[in-house]
């Protein structure tokens, strides 16, 4: 059988009925593949039209042109113009009779100060860029050639930096689960701070809530410029160092709060930190493990998760992303209960587990 040239036109057999069962089935159209061979130039076209301040220069103007907006942005109308294609292309511009204008994705996502702005997180989110380049080598070797490891600060500042609005969404939100505003005067240990947007979601929610801040040193320095900014630097301790080497007092808080940080630790590493954080949670207490996670089957269905996972391989020495499951089991060995899943924005996930009471304990033992 000749295969057709539109396949995306087709939708299922074709009527000349080959084969016992039928084998003559349409083929699938190649319009997946192009997206992928598109994704490259729509990253770098997403990120220049940031570093340019397109979105900023057309909130202002409105509906403009591509010669207008090129005199105002001081560059060339024509490869303006191209670029301007290009974003239409992804669906963050529309073009109206006389120029194109912001839709309201722009405005939510694109914009430094809408409501859900992913200005400063877009150019990091895929990590050192030149380490995708080298990713056949890195796959055949086990190991990236400039792993994130070897100058940590360097990677991770820009990065907290850079997720620090969309973190602080969901554990703002994720009060409507977690009911931290609740609490009576609870204490706080973040592992793996950032900027800590937990902790100043916590607390900013909290008058009575108090919190330990912890982060390698130089990433630190973030959260201590944030806290402050935000206004509940009175009532935070800093603990700089490596979350699994620094002294933890047991049994001391109330939430633990792990992150976006257990899938840089590995399948060896990140059990082991959860036994540190279940150490340090006083019974009643809970610990709190945002990230990125799959389904149990790794399928399409959790497919930003699994991208996040090849963005980890590329990039660091261990990390990986993790199973519901996976997590699920690694919080009960060590002894938490009561494990759920909550999502408080999209593809923002939060894993939570109960310390029981001491007398829960004795009875689970028994």
Same mark, same amino acid.
């Given at each position: ?35 992928? +061979? ?85 150019? +990091? ?63 706080? &240990? ?13 607390? /900013?929610?909290?008058? /009575?809530?108090?919190? +330990? ?60 930190? &959860? ?52 997590? /699920? ?8 209960? %009561? ?13 939570? /587990? ?5 007398? %829960? ?6």
């Amino acid at each position: 059988m000749v295969d057709s040239p539109y396949p995306e036109l087709k939708k299922t057999h074709t009527m000349a009925h080959v084969g016992r069962p039928w084998t003559d089935y349409k083929p699938p159209t190649s319009a997946p593949v192009w997206d992928v +061979v598109d994704g490259f130039g729509r990253f770098h076209a997403l990120v220049t039209a940031l570093e340019l301040d397109v979105f900023e220069a057309i909130e202002r103007a409105g509906r403009t042109d591509a010669h207008a907006l090129a005199l105002e942005l001081d560059v060339s109308a024509p490869h303006l113009d191209a670029l301007l294609d290009a974003v239409v292309a992804m669906g963050f511009l529309e073009r109206r009779a006389g120029g194109v204008e912001l839709n309201d994705t722009a405005r939510r996502y694109l914009l430094r100060d809408g409501a859900a702005s992913m200005v400063d997180l877009i150019p +990091v989110s895929p990590g050192p860029l030149e380490n995708w380049r080298s990713l056949t080598d890195t796959v055949r070797k086990g190991r990236p050639a400039r792993p994130v490891e070897d100058d940590p600060a360097a990677f991770y500042v820009p990065l907290v930096e850079g997720t620090f609005t969309t973190i602080m969404r969901c554990a703002r939100r994720a009060d409507l689960q977690l009911r931290y505003t609740a609490l009576d005067r609870p204490r706080v &240990l973040d592992l793996g701070a950032g900027g800590a947007p937990w902790t100043i979601a916590i607390l /900013g929610g909290n008058s /009575g809530a108090t919190a +330990v801040v912890n982060d390698l040193p130089g990433v630190i320095d973030v959260a201590r410029r944030t806290v402050v900014e935000h206004d509940v630097a009175d009532r935070v301790e800093f603990l700089p160092g490596d979350y699994h080497h620094v002294d933890i007092e047991d049994a001391a808080y109330d939430i633990v709060v792990l992150g976006h940080v257990l899938r840089a630790e590995g399948r060896e590493a990140a059990p082991r930190l &959860l036994a540190r954080a279940h150490r340090a949670v006083r019974p009643g207490g809970r610990v709190v493990v945002g990230d990125y996670f799959t389904d149990a089957r790794r399928t399409a269905a959790t497919g930003h998760a699994l991208m996040m996972g090849t963005t980890m391989m590329a990039s660091t020495e261990h990390g990986a992303t993790f199973s519901h499951d996976e997590v /699920g089991s690694w919080l009960r060995d060590v002894g938490f209960t %009561g494990v759920r899943v909550v999502e408080p924005i999209g593809f923002q996930q939060v894993v939570i /587990g109960d310390r029981p009471t001491v007398s %829960g304990e004795q009875k689970e033992e028994s």
